[in-house]
C-alpha cells in the first residue's frame, strides 16, 4: 500500500526484489523471516528520471522515445501567469515565439519544425491524461510536473491531434501523512521589456517634413520651382501641412529657407508631446496561493486556492483570477483504485485593442506613428493648458496633419471605450481502475471542460469608432468538451524478459456555441448593455460541433533492461472529413539499448550511462480553420433588422483527407564521471505529407478558396543537450545547461508551381518561410533614388544577367533570405551556496531575418504628420551623396520605400529571459517558528535583451515579421514560500 506495508507468500530460501522509481533496487534473502523491513536508498542519478508519457509514467532509462520534462521545483520561483511560458529554454528542438505584454498572454511553440503551412501546427496539451485546450488558466503552484514529447513514439498514441508534439501537464497529489500545507505570496511590478523605435524628435522633424515637402514641390509633375523657389515656398506651407506649432515661433518662422529649424524655437508644452509615455505605466501584480495536500493508507488528497491579480504595462490592461481544485485518490481495496480532479477558473480582464496593426484605436500603432509634435491635450497659444467647465485638461483630436489620425484619440479612447472578457471554467476528471489479477488492469478515465468566454466591447460616443452614437457588442462563446477512454493494460517480467501491453478505446467530443449582438444609439451614458442602445446593427447566433473516435494498441518489450523494443498503433476518426476519408492510421516503432549495461563498458568506472535509441512513426493533423471543410456550405446574412439573404461562403471538398507526419528519430543519451556531464545528441527527420492548404479559387466559384491537400515538406535537425557539475562540493554546486538546435525546412511537393502568400513564396525546393521580395540595390548616389534589381532575358524568356533599375515596378522579385536560424537554443547556469540559489536563463538565435515592416513604415513618407524613424537623418540630400537611404520625397515614397528585402535584419538574438535569486532559510530556523520551510525569492522575467535593432522583437513571429502589438513585458517579482 501506500505506506509500504506488503504480505507476499515467498519461499523461506527466496529473495525479494524491492525496486522503486528514484530508489536504488535492493535484493534481500528471505532466509526463513516472517518480517523483513527494508529502507531504499535515494539513486540520485535516477531520482528526476521520471517520463510521464502518454497514458503512463515510465523510467528514463527503459524509455525508446524523445521527451523532456520540467519539474515542479523549476516553477516556484517562476511566477508566471501563464505557465505555458515556463516551457520555453528547457528543450533542445523547441521553439517558441515570445509572450506579449498583455497579462496572460503566451507565445507560439512549433516542436521540431514547422508541421503544417495553413493548418494547425501547435501541439497538443493534455492534462491528467485527457486533452485540454485552456493550459492559459492552470495555476503554477498546482503543478507536479510538465513533458514535452517530441517523436511520434512518445506521442503517436494520441493519434490524430500528435502531429505537432504532445505536452503533458500533470497536477499534484498529496504524498505525505501528515497534512502539508504551502503558502506562497508574489507582489511585482511590470514594464516594457523592449524599447520604442527610435524617431526623430520635435526639432528635427519640422525640418524633415520641410525637406519633404519642398522635393515634393520639385519632383512633381509639370513643375516650374527651383530649389530657391521651392525652399521658400515649403517655410511657407509647411505649417499648413502638418497644422500645429508646438514652438514659440510664428508658423511661417518655424523652418528657415536653408532647411533649419529657427535657432529661437523653444518647446512650449515638452510634456504633452510623448504619447508612448502617456499609455505605459509601471503595472503591478500582487498574487495568493494556499495548498493543502496528505495521504492515509487508502486515501491521498492535494487541495487550493489561488487568486492573481496583474496590471499590464499599458494603461487599463489587466487580469484578475481565481483557482481552485481538489485532487483526490482512493483505493478502497487492494485491487481497485479510483481518483477525481476538480478545478475551477474565474478571470476578469481588460484586453488592450491591438488585434489590428494598423488600426487606430491600437495604443501601440497610434502612439509609434503619431508625429513628435502633436500634444495629447488643447492648449492655448501661450502653451498654456486648454480647460473644461470642471477644471480638466481637455483632450486634443483636430490640429493635426492629414497623416496623423485627425479625429482619433487613443488616450481618451482607451479609457473611455472597454474590452473586457469575463472567462469562466470547469475542469473535471475522473477515473477507475481495477487490476484483475497481477499484471492485469483496466482504467477508465472521463473528463470534462466547461469554458464560458463573454466579450463585453464598448466605443464611446464622442471620439473614435463609435462615434457620434456610442455603441455596445456582446460576443459570447461557450464550449463544451468530453472526453472518455478505457485502458487496458498488461505487465509481465518473467526470467529477464519484461512485457508491457496496452489496448484501448477514445472518444472525443466538442460542442461550441457562438452568440454575438451589437446595437448603437446610447441613451444613457455609463450603462454598456444592448438594452441601453437604441439600434441592432448585428444579432446572430451559431452552433459547431467536432467528434473524433480512437482505438489504439501499444507494446513494450525490454531484455534484462538492456534491449528495447516498442511499438504502437493507433486508428482514428474525425468529422471534419467526409465519411469516405474520414479514418486514419497512425502508428510507431522504437527500440533502444543501454550499452553502459554490456560488460565491455560497464567496466569503465568513468562512464555512467551511455544509451542509443532510434524511433520511426506516423501521426495525423486535422486541423483545419473550419470544423465542415468537407461541406459545401452557405451563410444565412442580414443587415440588422432588414431582410436577409443567402450566401455561399464554403467550397466544400469531399476528398478531403488526414494530413500526416511521418518522424524519424534517431539518439545517443551519455552521462560520464558520475553524470557529472550528461546530455543527448539527436537527430530527427520529419515528413509532412497531404499537406491541408487554402487554396484560392477563382472569382467566378462565388468563394475565395478551397481547402485542399496538395503537397509534402520535410523539417530536418540536430539537437544537441549538454548538462555538467561544474563545481560539485559539500557547501557549493554550479552546474550549467546548455542546447542548441539546427533546423532545415523544404517543401518538396506541390500541385502548381508556385503558391505566393504576403512576402514568401511557396516552391519545391524552397523553405515555407523563405523571402521571396524586391531586391534593393541602395540608391543612386546622382538622384537619390532607389535601387532594385531586374532580370536581363533572351527572346524565349531565359534570365541572361541582371541590371539596375530606379523603378520599383519594372523590378524582379527574388527569394532573398529566410526566417528560419541556423542555430536557437537555451544557456541556463544555476548556483547554489548554503541556502542561496541564483538561476540564469538565456536564450539565443543565431541567423535568419526579419522582415521588419514597422521599420519600413517609419522610412517612409506618405504624407505629413507621421513620426520618421532616427535613420531618415541619414537620407540622401545632395549629388554626390553615398548612402543607403533614398531622397525623402513624399510624390515619390511609393517607389524609394517599396517592399523590398532593403526591410530584412538580422533575426539574431540573446536574451536574459530569466534571472531568479532565492534563500531557503535553514531548516532550524524554520523549525523554531513550528514550520517546515521558508523562503524568500526576487525573479525577473524578459529581463533584458540584445537584437540587431533597437525597438524590434526578434521573437514576434516564427515567419520574421513585425506588428504593432503589445509587446513583452519585464517583470520583477518578489516572493515568500512557506510551508508547514
Not at 508519457?53 to 523510467?59: K, L, M, N, Q, R
Not at 476518426?573 to 516503432?589: E, H, I, L, P
Not at 557539475?725 to 523544404?746: G, L, Y
Not at 554626390?880 to 526591410?903: E, F, H, L, M, Y
Amino acid at each position: 500500500d501506500l505506506d509500504g506495508v506488503y504480505t507476499l507468500q515467498v519461499p523461506s530460501n527466496g529473495v525479494l526484489v524491492f525496486t522503486s522509481m528514484g530508489y536504488k533496487t535492493a535484493e534481500i534473502a528471505v532466509n526463513g523471516r516472517a518480517v523483513i523491513d527494508v529502507v531504499l536508498e535515494v539513486d540520485t542519478e535516477t531520482l528526476d528520471e521520471v517520463v510521464f508519457v502518454a497514458f503512463g509514467t515510465v523510467s528514463k532509462k527503459d524509455f525508446t522515445g524523445s521527451a523532456v520534462a520540467l519539474e515542479s521545483k523549476k516553477l516556484e520561483s517562476r511566477p508566471l501567469t501563464n505557465v505555458a511560458n515556463a516551457l520555453e529554454g528547457i528543450a533542445a528542438g523547441v521553439q517558441f515565439t515570445s509572450a506579449g505584454g498583455q497579462p496572460g498572454s503566451s507565445g507560439g511553440i512549433r516542436i521540431r519544425g514547422f508541421g503544417s503551412i495553413n493548418a494547425s501546427s501547435s501541439p497538443l496539451y493534455v492534462v491528467d491524461g485527457v486533452p485540454f485546450d485552456a493550459i492559459s488558466n492552470l495555476n503554477a503552484d498546482d503543478i507536479e510536473n510538465i513533458t514535452i514529447l517530441k517523436d511520434a513514439a512518445s506521442s503517436a498514441l494520441y493519434g490524430s491531434r500528435a502531429a505537432n508534439g504532445v505536452v503533458l501537464v500533470t497536477t499534484k497529489r498529496g504524498r505525505s501523512e501528515k497534512v502539508q500545507f504551502n503558502v506562497r505570496v508574489n507582489q511585482g511590478v511590470s514594464m516594457r521589456a523592449i524599447p520604442e523605435y527610435e524617431r526623430l524628435d520635435p526639432f528635427q522633424y519640422y525640418p524633415m517634413e520641410w525637406e519633404a515637402l519642398r522635393n515634393a514641390y520639385l519632383s512633381a509633375d509639370g513643375s516650374t520651382y527651383t530649389m530657391e523657389s521651392a525652399s521658400a515656398e515649403a517655410s511657407k506651407k509647411i505649417f499648413s501641412q502638418l497644422l500645429n506649432n508646438p514652438f514659440n515661433v510664428a508658423n511661417d518662422q518655424i523652418v528657415s529657407v536653408d532647411g533649419k529649424i529657427n535657432p529661437a524655437a523653444r518647446l512650449l508644452y515638452s510634456e504633452d508631446l510623448d504619447w508612448a509615455d502617456a499609455i505605459a505605466r509601471i503595472g503591478h501584480k500582487q498574487e495568493y496561493s494556499l495548498s493543502a495536500g496528505g495521504a492515509t493508507e487508502k486515501t491521498d488528497y492535494y487541495m487550493s486556492l489561488g487568486y492573481m491579480d496583474e496590471e499590464g504595462f499599458s494603461i487599463k490592461s489587466y487580469m484578475e483570477r481565481a483557482n481552485a481544485r481538489l485532487n483526490m485518490n482512493v483505493k478502497p481495496r487492494k485491487w481497485i483504485k479510483a481518483g477525481v480532479n476538480l478545478a475551477a477558473t474565474m478571470a476578469n480582464s481588460n484586453i488592450t485593442s491591438d488585434d489590428s496593426s494598423t488600426a487606430y484605436v491600437n495604443p501601440f500603432y497610434f502612439s509609434r506613428f503619431i508625429g513628435p509634435i502633436y500634444p495629447i491635450y488643447e492648449h492655448d497659444a501661450s502653451g498654456a493648458y486648454v480647460l473644461d467647465e470642471q477644471g480638466e485638461k481637455v483632450y486634443d483630436w483636430t490640429n493635426r496633419g492629414a497623416s496623423a489620425s485627425p479625429g482619433r484619440h487613443v488616450i481618451a479612447e482607451t479609457l473611455w471605450n472597454d474590452n473586457l472578457y469575463k472567462r469562466n471554467l470547469v475542469n473535471a476528471r475522473a477515473y477507475i481502475e481495477i487490476n484483475f489479477f497481477e499484471g492485469l488492469k483496466l482504467t477508465i478515465n472521463g473528463g470534462y471542460d466547461f469554458r464560458n468566454y463573454l466579450n463585453s466591447t464598448y466605443e464611446n460616443p464622442h471620439v473614435g469608432d463609435g462615434s457620434p452614437a456610442g455603441r455596445s457588442r456582446i460576443t459570447n462563446y461557450r464550449y463544451d468538451t468530453y472526453n472518455f477512454n478505457q485502458l487496458l493494460t498488461y505487465t509481465k517480467s518473467f526470467n529477464k524478459h519484461n512485457v508491457d501491453l496496452l489496448l484501448g478505446h477514445e472518444s472525443y467530443k466538442n460542442d461550441y456555441k457562438y452568440t454575438y449582438g451589437m446595437k448603437q444609439g446610447i441613451i444613457a451614458e455609463g450603462n454598456v448593455e444592448l438594452i441601453n442602445f437604441t439600434t441592432i446593427n448585428s444579432l446572430y447566433t451559431y452552433s459547431q460541433a467536432y467528434r473524433t473516435e480512437g482505438y489504439m494498441a501499444r507494446a513494450n518489450y525490454n531484455y534484462n533492461h538492456k534491449y528495447y523494443v516498442s511499438a504502437s498503433f493507433r486508428r482514428d476518426a474525425t468529422s471534419r472529413f467526409y465519411k469516405d476519408a474520414r479514418w486514419g492510421n497512425f502508428w510507431s516503432v522504437g527500440g533502444s539499448w543501454r550499452i553502459d549495461q554490456e560488460s565491455f563498458i560497464a567496466s569503465q568506472p568513468w562512464i555512467s550511462a551511455l544509451k542509443l535509441r532510434a524511433s520511426y512513426g506516423s501521426v495525423g493533423n486535422d486541423g483545419t480553420s473550419s470544423w465542415y471543410q468537407w461541406q459545401s456550405l452557405y451563410g444565412i446574412l442580414n443587415n440588422a433588422n432588414e431582410s436577409g439573404f443567402i450566401q455561399s461562403t464554403q467550397a466544400g471538398n469531399k476528398e478531403l483527407q488526414w494530413e500526416k507526419n511521418r518522424s524519424f528519430d534517431v539518439a545517443l543519451e551519455f552521462g560520464f564521471f558520475d553524470n557529472r556531464l550528461h546530455g543527448q545528441i539527436e537527430f530527427f527527420h520529419r515528413i509532412s505529407d497531404n499537406l491541408l492548404f487554402e487554396v484560392p479559387l477563382p472569382t467566378s466559384s462565388g468563394v475565395l478558396s478551397q481547402w485542399q491537400n496538395i503537397g509534402t515538406m520535410y523539417n530536418q535537425g540536430i539537437e544537441i543537450q549538454l548538462v555538467g557539475d561544474i563545481v560539485r562540493t559539500k557547501d557549493f554546486t554550479w552546474s550549467m545547461m546548455i542546447n542548441a538546435s539546427h533546423i532545415k525546412n523544404e517543401i518538396t511537393k506541390l500541385p502548381q508551381e508556385e503558391i505566393i502568400s504576403g512576402t514568401k513564396k511557396y516552391m519545391v525546393g524552397r523553405s515555407m518561410y523563405d523571402f521571396w521580395l524586391r531586391k534593393w540595390e541602395g540608391v543612386d548616389p546622382e538622384t537619390g533614388d532607389a535601387l532594385y534589381s531586374k532580370d536581363i532575358k533572351d527572346d524565349e524568356g531565359n534570365v541572361t544577367g541582371s541590371e539596375i533599375v530606379n523603378d520599383y515596378t519594372k523590378a524582379d522579385y527574388y527569394y532573398v533570405g529566410t526566417s528560419i536560424p541556423d542555430l536557437y537554443g537555451s544557456i541556463q547556469n544555476s548556483l547554489s551556496w548554503k541556502g542561496f540559489e541564483l538561476s540564469v536563463l538565456m536564450t539565443y538565435q543565431i541567423g535568419g531575418q526579419v522582415y521588419d515592416s514597422v521599420y519600413g513604415s517609419l522610412m517612409s513618407h506618405s504624407g505629413y504628420g507621421s513620426a520618421l524613424h532616427i535613420d531618415i537623418l541619414k537620407r540622401w540630400q545632395k549629388p554626390g551623396d553615398i548612402t543607403d537611404v533614398p531622397r525623402i520625397d513624399t510624390t515619390k515614397n511609393p517607389n524609394q520605400n517599396a517592399g523590398s528585402s532593403r526591410w530584412l535584419t538580422s533575426a539574431s538574438y540573446l536574451s536574459f529571459k530569466n534571472i531568479t535569486l532565492a534563500y531557503s532559510f535553514p531548516k532550524k530556523w524554520a523549525e523554531k517558528l513550528d514550520l517546515s520551510g521558508i523562503r524568500i525569492y526576487a525573479s525577473g522575467e524578459n529581463v533584458h535583451a540584445f537584437a540587431a535593432r533597437k525597438g524590434m522583437n526578434p521573437q514576434y513571429s516564427f515567419a520574421g515579421t513585425q506588428s504593432n502589438v503589445y509587446s513583452p513585458a519585464r517583470t520583477i517579482t518578489f516572493g515568500l514560500n512557506v510551508q508547514f
